[in-house]
Antibody, heavy 121, light 107 residues
Framework: QVQLQESGPGLVKPSETLSLTCTVSGGSISRGGYYWGWIRQSPGKGLEWIGSIYYDGSTFYNPSLQSRVTISADTPNNQFSLKLSSVSATDTALYFC?????????????WGQGTLVTVSS | DIQMTQFPSSLSASVGDRVTITCRASQSITTYLNWYQQKPGKAPNLLIYDASNLHGGVPSRFSGSGSGTEFTLTIASLQPEDFATYYCQQTYRSPPTFGRGTKVEIK
């Protein structure tokens, strides 16, 4: 059974960088067949896909966030991370890490429980 | 981005009712459509992928249909644990986008 767990600060100051890590158990992020990604949810924007990383290191980002987002992998520790720079109040959201299955409609079949990040001074 | 419109945005139903939720895409997405269920304080859970395929472990009272721009999620006989918010998602064109959800409440 694959499990994902987000970790990181729950409060970030405006203009700073939001950093989150997702620890995966029950499955290896260095094996093909799955993307590993970040999705956020806020009352204003609903569910929003941020980006994903594949086992070969290739990344795919939402164009609306691309200039501020970096997703990277730490394969020895079976973790992947999100960095979102120059945050503002509109980046306040519940952030989920997730696994996306390659093929067809690429469903997101496993999700972390989510971590709330608030942007405020 | 492809816009996903769900309707209704909310509905009230009773246990045992048949419930249908519709999702419309702003352009054809063939069958690149997934459905998720989300309960308060929890992450979404995958129900249906590729428009009509039931994810493992999901009860057979859930079904999905459609292709192109119009899709439906049907719950054949609503159970108490089905009261939740349901989202559709397209992955035909990046970025993947979600509908704004349909909240199913107890009548």
């Amino acid at each position: 059974q694959v499990q994902l767990q987000e970790s990181g600060p729950g409060l970030v100051k405006p203009s700073e960088t939001l950093s989150l890590t997702c620890t995966v158990s029950g499955g290896s992020i260095s094996r093909g067949g799955y993307y590993w990604g970040w999705i956020r949810q806020s009352p204003g924007k609903g569910l929003e896909w941020i980006g994903s990383i594949y086992y070969d290191g290739s990344t795919f980002y939402n164009p609306s966030l691309q200039s501020r987002v970096t997703i990277s992998a730490d394969t020895p520790n079976n973790q992947f991370s999100l960095k979102l720079s120059s945050v503002s109040a509109t980046d306040t959201a519940l952030y989920f890490c997730a696994r996306l299955r390659v093929g067809g409609a690429m469903p997101t079949d496993y999700w972390g429980q989510g971590t709330l990040v608030t942007v405020s001074s | 981005d492809i816009q996903m419109t769900q309707f209704p945005s909310s509905l009230s139903a009773s246990v045992g009712d048949r419930v249908t939720i519709t999702c419309r895409a702003s352009q054809s997405i063939t069958t690149y459509l997934n459905w998720y269920q989300q309960k308060p304080g929890k992450a979404p859970n995958l129900l249906i992928y590729d428009a009509s395929n039931l994810h493992g472990g999901v009860p057979s009272r859930f079904s999905g249909s459609g292709s192109g721009t119009e899709f439906t999620l049907t719950i054949a006989s609503l159970q108490p644990e089905d009261f939740a918010t349901y989202y559709c998602q397209q992955t035909y064109r990046s970025p993947p986008t979600f509908g704004r959800g349909t909240k199913v409440e107890i009548k």
